[in-house]
């Protein structure tokens, strides 16, 4: 049986967990609540619950699912997978993470996320969950946490609540995770360089 939690004697910025061959969350590490708190959680279940819950229903964004997939395949496949780098900024501070994907036996993968470095800056209220939403919404990307403020056009959150006035607004808008042009395409370069290494005759998902 495999426990629900992971010892982790590592720094505190640095996350793991460990996903079945159906991508179901088995065991994270025993840091997990306190990071997820940080960076202001704000899933419908708890950052506790996560066990035995599909991975999949904490990522929103098709395109950004479906590279992890791709990843996935790769790793089980035996193709190391450089790592992923991301952005997973809370309300006060910008974090540049990297993510590690290791296969494990039975198809079993291992996520290792470590935070490169972080940034301090003002309180941003659009990343507070706790803060009151109105009915609109406002696009931010997966990758790299940009907010899209104009077809074709992502800028940090700073700068984008400043040109949509949004610091005027009483209820600030709900978020909606997409993926910006920049990380749409390096996310297809990453899919090429899969299918490049695919033999003959196997086909590529």
Not at 125 to 146: G, H, P, Q, Y
Not at 147 to 164: C, D, F, N, S, Y
Not at 169 to 197: N, V, W
């Amino acid at each position: 049986m495999i426990p629900k939690r992971m010892e982790n004697s590592m720094s505190k910025d640095v996350l793991m967990y460990q996903v079945d061959a159906g991508d179901t969350i088995v065991c994270v590490s025993d840091n997990w609540a306190s990071f997820a708190e940080e960076n202001n959680w704000a899933g419908e279940i708890q950052p506790n619950d996560v066990v035995g819950h599909t991975l999949w229903r904490f990522i929103q964004n098709e395109e950004t699912r479906h590279l992890y997939q791709i990843l996935f395949k790769r790793t089980r496949e035996g193709n190391p997978s450089r790592p992923v780098t991301f952005r997973c900024d809370s309300p006060g501070e910008r974090r540049f993470l990297e993510l590690k994907i290791e296969a494990l036996a039975e198809k079993q993968i291992k996520l290792t996320s470590r935070v490169v470095r972080t940034e301090s800056r003002p309180e941003v209220n659009l990343l507070n969950s706790k803060s009151s939403r109105s009915t609109s919404f406002i696009t931010i990307c997966s990758m790299c946490k940009k907010i899209k403020t104009a077809p074709g056009k992502w800028v940090e959150i700073e700068e984008g609540l400043e040109q949509l006035k949004i610091f005027e607004a009483e209820d600030i808008p709900q978020l909606t995770h997409g993926l910006c042009e920049a990380c749409f395409k390096e996310s297809m370069q990453e899919i090429e360089r899969y299918r490049s290494l695919t033999p003959p005759g196997v086909i590529a998902s």
